[in-house]
């Protein structure tokens, strides 16, 4: 007789950026500590992400993005798709799990496709506050869609008994039991700027200007740390150290949740893992959406933050740095305020999200939790 921890085979789908990653890989989390080690199904951009975490078993596909300009690579693409699909069949066969879960993006589609051909339930879940075009196509096949926001747009209307709000998941180093406070007078403002997991060109050349021209009690005051392109690392810490800027700026940040733990401000995209992880840590925030974001949907993620008094939003123009350094002027003129924003993070924060997705997971596709199973 097949034994339960073969039952309960979990397949997780998930690649391109980070913010499509990072989520997964808190469930993954969250599995795991339940007995249940899932497999990553990912492309070559996720897998930069994957690999960094230990005895994660991960399956690479060859599928790309589709380029919208380049008909010639599209072709290709598109015969990528179906060789992905292909492996999807073998290597769905092979595992037999009993549940597929879907984190969006193209490198979700070929094994959510084979595993609905051959009737394995999938479950997928949309980081952003407007569904992406891979998971409102699979939304039709989905047997439970989890959303991040109330009032998610584009969703089928077909769909609605299937969704459940859980909020968008993150991984439990970012979730502590510690109060924010605002750095007592004489204290370093500890600043951390994000240019997302893809770097973010406008933070390098605008941010970096804007505080150089605070005056030197300010500048003095303020302790910067910038992840930004791996291209622009050098550039950028040159630029602080000639302005006598304290900073530390890095491509990426392997202990981001520490850093960000411990500051008193973050400038940040949009990005739903990064307003995720904000949010869990209540710490104050400045968000600039990409505005070239697909379907814009940086802005709508930045609106549910500043609607609720949770963050700050600058748009991106050309007077970016005009907007930035008259807020900055504001917050460093009177700190008391990020305690409110802070304050209203919290209020809007899920840091269950992991929890409450696999619960989901346990009541509608298990007879028993996991850990009664000992699995």
């Not at 605002?182 to 933070?203: C, H, R, T, V, W």
Request: with cysteine.
């Amino acid at each position: 007789m097949e034994s339960k921890a073969l039952e309960n085979r979990v397949i997780i789908a998930t690649g391109g950026t980070g913010g499509h990653v990072f989520p997964a890989l808190a469930v993954a989390d969250e599995l795991i500590s339940r007995g249940v080690k899932p497999i990553f199904l990912s492309d070559k951009r996720g897998e930069k992400y994957i690999k960094k975490v230990q005895n994660i078993d991960i399956i690479i596909l060859p599928i790309k993005n589709f380029q919208s300009m380049n008909i010639f690579q599209n072709i290709k693409n598109f015969y990528l798709l179906l060789f992905s699909i292909i492996k999807s069949v073998y290597i769905l066969l092979k595992i037999k799990p009993s549940l597929v879960l879907g984190f969006g993006g193209i490198a979700s589609l070929p094994s959510l496709l084979v595993a609905y051909y051959f009737r394995i339930p999938t479950v997928i879940h949309e980081q952003n506050a407007i569904m992406g075009r891979a998971n409102k196509f699979l939304s039709k096949f989905a047997k439970v869609i989890l959303l991040s926001f109330d009032q998610t747009l584009n969703i089928p209307k077909k769909i609605d008994n299937r969704s459940f709000v859980v909020g968008n998941p993150v991984r439990s180093s970012f979730i502590k039991d510690r109060k924010y406070t605002i750095p007592n007078k004489g204290e370093k403002i500890n600043i951390l700027i994000l240019g997302g997991s893809q770097g973010a060109k406008l933070f390098s050349d605008v941010i970096p200007k804007v505080l150089s021209k605070f005056p030197n009690d300010i500048k003095d005051r303020i302790k910067i740390t910038h992840q930004c392109r791996h291209t622009d690392v050098e550039r950028v810490n040159r630029y602080y150290q000639e302005s006598s800027i304290n900073n530390d700026t890095r491509g990426f940040i392997c202990d981001i949740a520490d850093v960000l733990i411990n500051s008193h401000l973050v400038i940040s995209r949009a990005g739903a893992s990064s307003l995720s992880e904000i949010l869990v840590t209540n710490i104050p925030s400045i968000i600039i959406p990409f505005k070239y974001s697909k379907d814009n949907h940086q802005s709508l993620n930045a609106k549910k933050l500043t609607n609720a008094g949770a963050s700050w939003l600058i748009e991106e123009d050309n007077v970016v740095d005009v907007k930035l350094s008259k807020l900055l002027d504001q917050i460093f003129s009177s700190l008391d305020v990020l305690s409110k924003n802070s304050t209203n993070a919290y209020k809007i924060s899920k840091p269950n999200a992991a929890k409450d997705f696999v619960n989901i997971l346990e009541s509608n596709f298990f007879n028993v939790s996991f850990r009664e199973e000992g699995l």
